[in-house]
């Protein structure tokens, strides 16, 4: 059975549970209302465009995604796997997420990792199948649970948008460590995914507007894992 997914229903209701019980994200939600429903189609390409936004602009990393989409045609592991690393960096992509990319178009390829089996793990299992793979850390895969399965109870703790939101909505003079800010979201479990929206939100109204995927112009930075990988 597949774990439970956010839908705009929930979404709205759950917003409304966490402003009851945080006059932070009660300021969010009168002002600017239940969060938009973002989400990303799971599958191979969203992965591959979590990727190239790690630590870079949402609107770069678009704009690559988009001129590697035009080349790479059909947009598969194996296309990617045949083309190689050389193709990626003509792209404009750069050494490191070349290799990533090429990483995981090969671990999904050989079955090491399987996209469809994800929808049925719960969030630790399937964020552990995820950071197997060399290149997607913990920040990638939070991403594409939050994102691409909706998973209600995910919190990207080095999402420096997030970050920033909630230094700002809290007033704290100085940005707070991982850990300390993976503490401070405990309150909103079963909800920490609906509070991220929320705050990314409150970010992106701070700059003007709303962009889609749910980040604002900073991207989230990996922590150092077990085997020393980024991703």
């Known amino acids: 059975m597949k774990p439970r997914a956010i839908t705009p229903k929930i979404l709205a209701k759950a917003a409304r549970l966490l402003a009851e019980r945080d006059r932070h994200l009660a300021v969010i939600l009168e002002r600017h209302g239940t969060p938009p429903m973002w989400a990303r189609e799971p599958g191979f390409s969203t992965l591959v465009k ?14 690559t995604f988009e001129r590697l989409m035009a080349s790479v045609k059909p947009f598969s592991p194996g296309r990617i796997v045949r083309l190689g690393e050389t193709h990626l ?15 995981l178009a090969q ?8 996209l469809k089996a994800l929808s049925f793990m719960n969030d ?49 003079r ?5 850990s300390e800010v993976a503490r ?21 109204a701070g700059k003007g507007g ?5 980040a604002g112009e900073q991207r989230g930075r990996e922590s150092r894992g077990a085997a020393g990988r980024r991703g």
């Open 50 to 63: 979590i990727v190239l936004e790690q630590q870079v602009s949402l609107a770069s990393a678009r704009s």
């Open 89 to 103: 960096r003509s792209q404009g992509i750069t050494r490191q997420k070349s290799a990533y990319i090429k990483n």
């Open 107 to 114: 671990a999904v390829l050989d079955g090491t990792l399987s």
């Open 124 to 172: 630790e299992d399937a964020k552990a199948e995820l950071t197997k793979i060399v290149g997607i850390g913990p920040w990638t895969a939070d991403i594409y649970l939050l994102m691409a399965l909706r998973r209600p109870d995910i919190w990207p703790s080095s999402d420096l948008a997030l970050v920033t939101s909630l230094c700002k909505i809290r007033s704290l």
């Open 174 to 178: 100085e940005r707070p460590p991982a």
């Open 184 to 204: 401070l979201a405990e309150v909103w479990r079963p909800f920490r995914s609906v509070a991220a929206r929320m705050l990314w939100q409150y970010y992106l």
């Open 210 to 214: 709303q962009g889609s995927g749910g």
